[in-house]
C-alpha cells in the first residue's frame, strides 16, 4: 500500500497528481493522510485563479488540472486516513508532493509525519519526494543518530534558483507568497545533508517534462530514494517512481543516479 501524505490545504496539484496518475494507472494500492482525515485541497492559486500576466509561466498546466480533477474524485482522496491512524507496518511505499502555499506546513511540521517517516527509511521502502516534500525529509531525524533520513543521501529539491525568481516576480502582488519559510528549500535541505554537493540543482535551463517527453526533467535516485525539484520534472518523476516500485517489486537493486 502506497502512501501520499499531503497537508490540511495548499499543496501542489502537480506534484501530487501528475505522480499519482502514474502509480494509480500501474494498479498500486494507494491511500492518502490528512492531519485530521479530512479530505485536502490543493492551493486555489495553482488550480483557478491564476498569476495575472504571470499565469503562462506560473500557473498548472491543463493535463496536469485534468489528473488533479481525476485524483480528487478518486475514492481513497475522498477517505483519507488521519496522521495518527496511519500504520506504518503496512505501508510498502511512500510519496511526498509539494507545495509552497502556507498551508503545507501542516505536513512539514507534523511530528507524527516526521516519526512516519523515520520509520519507512529503517525499513528501506520506495520514497518519492519532490519539492518542498524533501523539507519533510529534511526535519525526520532518526532518534538512533539524530541525523536526517537524507544524510548521506544524495537528493533534489526546489532549487534557490527557482524559488527566488518566482518570488521576485510576484512579490509585489503576492507578497511572500512564494516564500513558505524564511529559509529557503535548498538551504534547509543542504543543511541536512552529509556533504554540500549532496545537493543535486540539475540543469540551470528549465524545460517542463511532458508525457511523452519526460527527459526534459530531473529526478535525482539513491537507492530506494527518489527526489525531483518541481513540477515541470513530474512526468520524469512519476514514471522513474514506477520503475522503482517494480525494481522493489521483482527484487531490484537500484544504483545511484541522477537523470
Same mark, same amino acid.
Given at each position: 500500500m502506497i502512501l501520499i501524505p499531503l497537508p490540511a490545504?495548499?499543496?501542489?496539484p502537480t506534484e501530487a497528481a501528475v505522480p499519482w496518475w502514474y502509480v494509480y494507472k500501474a494498479g498500486h494500492r494507494i491511500v492518502f493522510a490528512t492531519p485530521d482525515g479530512m479530505p485536502s485541497h490543493a492551493d486555489p492559486r495553482l488550480v483557478n485563479e491564476g498569476f495575472g500576466l504571470w499565469? @503562462?509561466?506560473l500557473m498548472t498546466r491543463t493535463d496536469s488540472l485534468e489528473k488533479y480533477r481525476e485524483m480528487v474524485s478518486d475514492h481513497a482522496f475522498q477517505h483519507p486516513l488521519s496522521y495518527d491512524d496511519v500504520n506504518t507496518k503496512q505501508i510498502t511505499a511512500v510519496l511526498i508532493p509539494g507545495g509552497h502555499e502556507k498551508g503545507v506546513k501542516t505536513l512539514l511540521e507534523s511530528a507524527r509525519m516526521q516519526q512516519i517517516m523515520v520509520e519507512l527509511f529503517?525499513?528501506?521502502v520506495p520514497v518519492g519526494a519532490v519539492c518542498h516534500g524533501v523539507v519533510l525529509l529534511a526535519r525526520s531525524r532518526s532518534p538512533k543518530t539524530g541525523r536526517s533520513v537524507l544524510f548521506g543521501r544524495k537528493t533534489a529539491a526546489l532549487t534557490n534558483f527557482m524559488e527566488l525568481s518566482a518570488w521576485w516576480m510576484t512579490r509585489w502582488s503576492l507578497g511572500d507568497y512564494y516564500r513558505t519559510? @524564511?529559509?529557503t528549500v535548498q538551504?534547509?535541505?543542504?543543511?541536512?545533508?552529509?556533504?554540500?554537493d549532496d545537493f543535486q540543482n540539475g540543469p540551470f535551463w528549465l524545460r517542463r517534462d511532458?508525457?511523452?517527453?519526460?527527459e526534459r526533467g530531473f529526478v535525482v535516485r539513491d537507492g530506494n530514494y527518489l527526489s525531483a525539484r518541481w513540477?515541470?520534472?513530474?512526468h520524469h518523476?512519476?514514471?522513474?517512481y514506477v520503475q522503482l516500485l517494480a525494481e522493489q517489486l521483482s527484487g531490484g537493486d537500484p544504483d545511484k543516479q541522477s537523470v
Open positions: 490545504y495548499g499543496f501542489d499565469s @503562462p509561466f529503517d525499513r528501506d519559510y @524564511p529559509i538551504d534547509e535541505v543542504a543543511a541536512s545533508l552529509a556533504k554540500p511532458t508525457e511523452s517527453k519526460p513540477p515541470g520534472d513530474c518523476f512519476g514514471q522513474a
